[in-house]
């Protein structure tokens, strides 16, 4: 047998570090079938006490959810990390821009924690500041960027928000951008554009079904394409210039299932996120974010029957919490977010015995100057009218 001596390398080892990060595990990850790890969980969390705060998204592993002090949406969680000034360690149970949020609203005395440094988010990794710097620069060329107010989810990376912070612009959650895209259309007279990154979804469907825009005011902006893929024309034409990001995991649902699911199950109502795709959203009886959604199922009256788009973990914890009501994946398949995944229990011990040890592992640190300007624009999305926060 011959054997082939193939260029690729997984990931391009050494090339962009960013991108590897947490590939391997700085320590001695216990092992998974280790039957002791819920025990040593415990030991070790009780061990550090009121010095540990632990934080778990609402997507995360049950195994994980267990050891959590609180759940929460991703804005939810970094203010009950600021919240808890007295804890020395904040042990984010999420992935990596929601750790970098919880630094950048906590103390500097305290540490923030990510159990797997590879729990990123693919979304926030569509847009890199030099990608979206390049953008301004397009936009400057093509005359409008003074125009232009930079909005960006709270799904991106620290110096993505500081990006908007320096530029006039905010950060929104999926639960404000309808408010925050208002205050941005207020910001600079009637011919004013919206530039929203990463999440291009989240942008087309509160800018057309919240706000009212046309499908043909939005244009996407390709990083990989001169002008975004855009004429001149096109920019100056448009009113929403969407990012040319996705979640991979609500852009799964298809508008199939949901006509599959209404003609196959009686009564169903299709809940879905604000991630998924345009035709999803237009086909859902309901849309919303992670917090509306928990917030839905658990208002509905008994005998409700839901089918459910958003993230696989927390579609299975709302069913096993509500056996009165009638809850279904709106996918085929088996899927869950492989980054929010990666946190487990293996990683939850290894990263508390550590600090039990007195070793600080996994830190995520913002930069002083990143965390400046990203405070700038996630203030201005706390000081926006009305819902703030979430619902
Ligand atoms: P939330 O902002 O609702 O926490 O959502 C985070 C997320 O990753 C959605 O895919
Ligand atoms: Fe990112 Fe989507 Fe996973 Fe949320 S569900 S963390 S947006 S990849």
Redesign the pocket.
């Known amino acids: 047998m011959t054997t082939i001596d193939l260029p690729l390398l997984p990931l391009g080892r050494g090339k962009d570090l960013s991108a590897e990060r947490g590939v391997e595990c700085p320590g001695d990850l216990p092992a998974a079938s280790d039957p002791d790890l819920v025990a040593r969980a415990a030991a070790a969390k009780a061990a550090l006490g009121e010095r540990v705060f632990i934080l778990g998204?609402h997507?995360q592993r049950d195994e994980v959810v267990e050891f959590a002090d609180v759940m929460g949406?991703?804005?939810k969680l970094a203010k009950d990390a600021a919240a808890r000034p007295e804890a020395e360690f904040i042990v984010f149970c999420g992935v990596h821009f929601m750790a970098e949020s919880a630094d950048i609203l906590t103390g500097d005395d305290q540490k923030v924690i990510l159990p797997d440094l590879a729990a990123g988010?693919s979304m926030a990794d569509m847009a890199r500041l030099g990608q979206v710097e390049d953008a301004w620069d397009a936009l400057t060329d093509a005359g409008v960027v003074d125009l232009v107010v930079p909005i960006t989810y709270?799904?991106s990376s620290a110096d993505i928000k500081a990006f908007c912070g320096k530029h006039d612009g905010a950060v929104c959650?999926?639960s404000n951008a309808d408010v925050a895209l208002e205050w941005a259309f207020a910001q600079k007279g009637p011919d004013t554009k919206v530039l929203f990154f990463p999440d291009q979804h989240l942008g087309r469907n509160t800018a057309v079904l919240k706000l009212g825009y046309s499908l043909a005011d939005c244009i996407v902006w390709n990083p990989l394409l001169p002008n975004g893929g855009n004429t001149v024309d096109e920019l100056r034409a448009a009113k929403v210039i969407l990012w040319k990001g996705h979640?991979s995991?609500?852009g799964r649902f298809t508008a199939e299932v949901v006509d599959e699911l209404r003609a196959t199950v009686p009564d169903v109502q299709i809940l879905v996120?604000p991630?998924c795709a345009h035709e999803v959203v237009l086909k859902a009886d309901l849309v919303g974010?992670?917090?509306f959604i928990i917030n839905t199922v658990e208002a509905a009256p008994p005998g409700s029957v839901w089918a459910i788009g958003t993230?696989l973990n927390l579609v299975k914890r709302l069913a096993a919490a509500h056996p009165d009501q009638k809850i279904v994946f709106l996918d085929k398949t088996v899927c869950y977010c492989s980054t929010m995944n990666r946190i487990d229990l293996p990683h939850l011990v290894w990263a508390l015995e550590s600090l039990v040890e007195g070793t600080v592992v996994n830190q995520i640190r913002v930069d002083g100057e990143t965390e400046r300007w990203a405070k700038v624009a996630l203030q201005r999305m706390l000081d926006l009218p009305g819902r703030s926060s979430r619902d």
């Open positions: 998204h997507y949406d991703s804005f988010c709270m799904n959650t999926s979640c995991v609500h996120h991630e974010s992670t917090e993230e």
